[in-house]
């Protein structure tokens, strides 16, 4: 009898979850923050996760079907999620058409110029997010207030986000309202507000098993212990920036983290410890994506020298 092997991409896990359903999961969890940052940035942040999704879910059906020659891959929910993470790292006054470069740079390049799903090195959002950032940086770093009366989409009212203003030393720690934060009410890109909302979609990932958590709370330990070690404000750390939705719904993505829990653990120290490092000493007030991208270079490594115990091994003592 001619059996046929199928040799597919990582990761390779037996269990009853699908691909599908897996995306469809996260992308469910991000409700939530979606609807805050719809309440507060209202039109904008509509017409800005329109676009990416578009984008995002054109550009892998072009590639897929006509460079690649695949059958569709849109049904597994993936470029849509791409889409989602793309549009909660940008401002939400953002043109369409640099939303639109984003999202092919994310998909185009951060993820089928790799062989598509599961072949990908770097997390494809986040590489749409550093590349916007980087050839658009007055666009992208104008934020936005939000206002649950402020429907326009062209004139909205823009200030600095809070890790902005704290490094120019505009405002210190005792002016910033945590209430605020908690809720959605700073300025910010889409995925910035609302950080009850995120950790809504943290807990909904757990309870369904999609994300484990330790890359998660390794990230926000660090963030925190380091912040306090050198004098910062913990609290306003973590809850600022897009440290929450990065430590959430990407750096726990399946295919640029590792695999084992030891490795999770170290790779999410890493992620917190480059974050604050930038925050506090670098050109950017925000560190999270640059991090993420960063440790994603180092995934590779990681599942190679952290493995998990082998069924049935001991050690054996010499």
Excluded at 109 to 120: H, Q, R, T
Excluded at 153 to 169: H, N, P, Q
Excluded at 282 to 300: D, H, K, R, V
Aim: aromatic share 10%; net charge positive.
């Amino acid at each position: 009898m001619n059996q046929l092997l199928v040799v597919s991409a990582s990761p390779h896990i037996h269990t009853s979850r699908t691909t599908s359903k897996c995306m469809w999961n996260v992308v469910i969890a991000l409700i939530p923050a979606l609807l805050c940052a719809f309440y507060y940035f209202g039109i904008g942040a509509v017409i800005v996760t329109a676009a990416s999704v578009t984008g995002c879910v054109v550009t892998e059906f072009l590639i897929t079907r006509y460079m690649l020659g695949r059958e569709s891959s849109i049904a597994n929910g993936s470029a849509i999620l791409t889409g989602l993470l793309l549009a909660c790292n940008l401002p939400s006054n953002l043109p369409v058409w640099i939303v639109l470069i984003g999202a092919v740079v994310a998909i185009g390049i951060g993820k089928m110029s790799f062989g598509g799903l599961g072949c990908n090195i770097f997390n494809p959002a986040l590489v749409g997010r550093v590349f916007l950032l980087i050839s658009f940086p007055a666009q992208m770093t104008t934020w936005p207030l939000p206002s649950v009366n402020t429907w326009n989409y062209a004139d909205a009212t823009t200030g600095a986000t809070i890790l902005g203003s704290l490094k120019l030393g505009e405002i210190n720690v005792s002016d910033i309202d945590i209430l605020d934060k908690l809720t959605g009410m700073a300025g910010g890109s889409l995925g910035e507000v609302g950080s009850i909302a995120l950790i809504i979609g943290f807990v909904y990932l757990l309870v369904t098993k999609v994300i484990s958590w330790h890359i998660p709370v390794s990230i926000i330990a660090t963030v925190g212990l380091f912040s306090w070690s050198i004098g910062a404000s913990p609290v306003i750390e973590i809850l600022s920036g897009g440290l929450l939705l990065g430590a959430i719904f990407m750096a726990t993505d399946y295919v640029t983290s590792p695999m084992c829990h030891r490795g999770m653990i170290l790779y999410g120290v890493m992620i917190g410890i480059i974050t604050v490092v930038i925050r506090q000493w670098g050109a950017y007030p925000e560190g999270m994506s640059f991090a993420i991208l960063i440790m994603n270079g180092f995934t590779p490594l990681i599942n190679k020298y952290i493995k998990p115990r082998r069924f049935g091994e001991r050690s054996v003592a010499k």
